[in-house]
T-cell receptor, first 114, second 113 residues
Framework: KAGVTQTPRYLIKTRGQQVTLSCSPI?????VSWYQQTPGQGLQFLFE???????NKGNFPGRFSGRQFSNSRSEMNVSTLELGDSALYLC?????????????FGPGTRLTVL | AQKVTQAQTEISVVEKEDVTLDCVYE???????LFWYKQPPSGELVFLIR??????QNEISGRYSWNFQKSTSSFNFTITASQVVDSAVYFC??????????FGSGTQLTVLP
């Protein structure tokens, strides 16, 4: 069974630009969550999607948005990039949305904002 | 709001030593789940163990064991006979009613040969 895949793996952008990251969950998983990892703030929850609906959102500005498609694949978008958005963005999938569900993580997308 | 504290920032041990990683959490939830994840240098988080709030029985799984004490809100994780391949960042993680994972700051474990 293929794991969670994320594309691209590395990305370099400049301030003010926007970026779209993609995540393909494990086959059969309907929940996709996104996390941001930085040295200063650690791992922080961005949002969760289940059956194309955003179920939960972390404390991030509206520049961060996402969506989920009918095949459970998900994208997240960051508009008007700032230097502080440089981070490793991790996607995780799980079967359902139960708090007990193990989440399977992808390798991440390393975003650098110059 | 939930909070997870991992006071140990870095730990170094020599191969074959046992090592315990500490984790303390805060929550008002009555039902919740605690996890340990490992992040090797490759960056991909790997699930290790899970414990729910209503089961305080401590368990052993291979070289891993964990000690969950609800009275002290602690969920410590022990690796027995550590190996170089165990070198990674270990995260204690909380999942509760808010249905979002709350991560501790992580403990960098280095196992020296």
């Amino acid at each position: 069974k293929a794991g969670v895949t994320q594309t691209p793996r590395y990305l370099i952008k400049t301030r003010g630009q926007q970026v779209t990251l993609s995540c393909s969950p494990i086959s059969g998983h309907r929940s996709v969550s996104w996390y941001q990892q930085t040295p200063g703030q650690g791992l922080q929850f961005l949002f969760e999607y289940f059956s194309e609906t955003q179920r939960n959102k972390g404390n991030f500005p509206g520049r961060f948005s996402g969506r989920q498609f009918s095949n459970s694949r998900s994208e997240m978008n960051v508009s008007t990039l700032e230097l502080g958005d440089s981070a490793l963005y991790l996607c995780a999938s799980s079967l359902e949305t139960d708090p007990s569900d193990e989440q399977f993580f992808g390798p991440g997308t390393r975003l650098t904002v110059l | 709001a939930q909070k997870v504290t991992q006071a140990q920032t870095e730990i170094s041990v020599v191969e074959k030593e046992d090592v315990t990683l500490d984790c303390v959490y805060e929550t008002r939830d009555t039902t919740y789940y605690l996890f340990w994840y490992k992040q090797p240098p490759s960056g991909e988080l790997v699930f290790l163990i899970r414990r729910n709030s209503f089961d305080e029985q401590n368990e052993i799984s291979g070289r891993y064991s964990w000690n969950f004490q609800k009275s002290t809100s602690s969920f410590n994780f022990t690796i027995t006979a550590s190996q170089v391949v165990d070198s990674a960042v270990y995260f204690c993680v909380f999942s509760g009613s808010a249905r979002q994972l709350t991560f501790g700051s992580g403990t960098q474990l280095t196992v020296l040969p």
